[in-house]
């Protein structure tokens, strides 16, 4: 009773807890379920990489196969081989640099936006704020430039939908979503929107492709010469863009937060975004993920009873894999609840992999890790040039694990124009 009261309420601590320890796996039971930590190097790449076959995407992501069906988000198995496949070429270093410009557009804007708010000394929320940029961000990159205030109210609909799946995530025992509960209805609502708005977007781009990766999309090629369907490309960007704003948003977020709580390394990233460098701001932001990983969490489910070293664990229990607290585990680092840019300045020694994997761990990695990079890396240095967010309080606020690792409460804000 106690372990269930606490993976409710408190699944942070607990599994902190527990990776502090010295254990490979460590094991809770929960009412009905039969709940494992996988915490060792053994045990994560056995799940995620060695025995992978054995694994599907577990309780974690039922609830988002109801807006996205079966895409790479959600997929396992085949489907997910070739998915990833395919997908790849979209997602590569290369392509990314490619959508600089159309990212640098979306951050001009929030600077354009910010200049106004200065000159009013205006608060923001800074969640809200930085999902609106996130999601402005990876919308131009997807669905392309020009959808204007449209893009702002497809955002708000994602933002319904995603609180609702993380609702139902939150549940040990989700209502059947058929229901004519107000939520349920709210929800659909907010899906046949984005559904409708998406489709109309891919109607357009088969007309007359453009700069965006929705148009890549539609033109990739699986090896038998055969494309997506039109629905699988809809609901392929639906995920995208739920994968993609939220994490983004409350990356950025919790970078200003760190920031303002420590001047010595505001003060290197206002210097290297003054310098065009971006090495220190890469090392902010990775430190930022190592203590707020925006992706704290993820589960998998074995299909067939497996052993996890010395564990036995059974078909149809919860493996979890939780950045949060291997990443602040104090068996893989010195003092780790100190924010310290310097743990992964260019002469430290790299983590090892288990000790640091904010996007993921083997071949269901992030797909959207450089996209992810790039966008924080030019967002941070942009606005820092001009800007200096003072939050109203002092401190980040405690963390809150949705689907996503956002702050607990809002964080008021004003942004300063640097002089
Ligand atoms: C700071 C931002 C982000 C974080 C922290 C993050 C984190 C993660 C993590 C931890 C996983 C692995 C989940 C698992 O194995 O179960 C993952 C997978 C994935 N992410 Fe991200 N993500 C971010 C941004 C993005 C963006 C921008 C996109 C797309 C535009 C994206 C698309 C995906 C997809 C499609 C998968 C599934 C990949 C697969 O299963 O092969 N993510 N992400």
């Known amino acids: 009773v106690q372990a269930l009261r606490r993976l409710r309420n408190d699944p942070l ?24 930590l996988a915490v060792g190097a053994d045990a994560i790449a056995h799940v995620t990489l060695a025995n992978r ?6 309780v974690s992501y039922d609830a988002l196969r109801i807006p996205i069906g079966d895409s790479l988000l959600t997929a396992d198995g085949a489907t997910a081989v070739s998915r990833r496949r395919l997908l790849g070429p979209l997602f590569t270093r290369r392509a990314v640099v ?21 000159a009013r000394d205006e608060p923001i929320e800074l969640t809200a704020e930085m999902n609106r940029l996130a999601f402005d961000v990876v919308g131009r990159v997807l669905l392309g430039a020009e959808l204007g205030a449209a893009m702002t109210r497809l955002g708000d609909r994602i ?12 549940a040990v025992v989700p209502l059947p979503p058929g229901l004519p509960t107000p939520a349920n209805r709210a929800y659909r609502r907010a899906e046949s929107e984005i559904r409708a708005f998406t489709e109309g977007v891919i109607a357009q781009r088969k007309d007359a492709a ?40 409350a990356l950025l977020a919790w970078t200003w937060q760190l920031l303002a709580a420590h001047p010595d390394a ?28 925006p992706g704290w969490a993820f589960t998998r489910t074995p299909r067939r009873d497996d052993e996890l070293g010395a564990t036995s664990v059974p078909a149809g229990s919860i493996v979890v894999i939780c950045a949060y607290a291997n990443q602040r585990s104090p068996r893989f680092w010195e003092d780790p609840e100190r924010f310290d840019p310097e743990r992964f300045a260019p002469g430290a020694t790299p983590p090892a992999a288990h000790h640091f994997f904010p996007f993921g761990a083997g071949p269901h990695a992030c ?13 941070i240095a942009m606005l820092a040039r001009r800007f ?32």
């Open 13 to 36: 601590g607990l599994f902190a807890e527990a990776a502090a320890q010295d254990t490979e796996v460590a094991a809770f039971r929960a009412a009905h379920l039969r709940v494992f």
């Open 53 to 58: 076959d054995n694994y599907r995407k577990g």
């Open 98 to 118: 490619d959508a600089i410009p159309t990212m640098a557009g979306a951050v001009e804007d929030c600077c354009t936006r910010w200049e106004q708010l200065a």
């Open 159 to 170: 933002d319904d939908a995603s609180a609702w799946v993380a609702r139902r995530t939150r």
């Open 210 to 249: 453009g700069d965006d990766m929705l148009s890549r999309l539609l033109a990739a090629r699986h090896p038998d010469g055969t494309t997506l369907t039109d629905t699988e490309v809809r609901d392929e960007i639906i995920g995208f863009l739920m994968a993609g704003h939220q994490t983004m948003g």
């Open 266 to 293: 505001r003060a290197g990233v206002e210097a290297a975004a003054d310098n065009d460098e971006d090495e220190y701001i890469v090392q902010v932001l990775e430190e930022t993920l190592r203590l707020y990983p």
């Open 367 to 379: 797909i959207g890790r450089h996209l992810a990079l790039v966008e924080a890396k030019l967002a």
């Open 388 to 419: 200096r967010v003072v939050p109203l309080t002092a401190g980040p606020v405690a963390p809150q694990p949705g689907i996503t690792l956002t702050p607990a409460s809002s964080v008021g804000a004003t942004v300063v124009r640097r002089e």
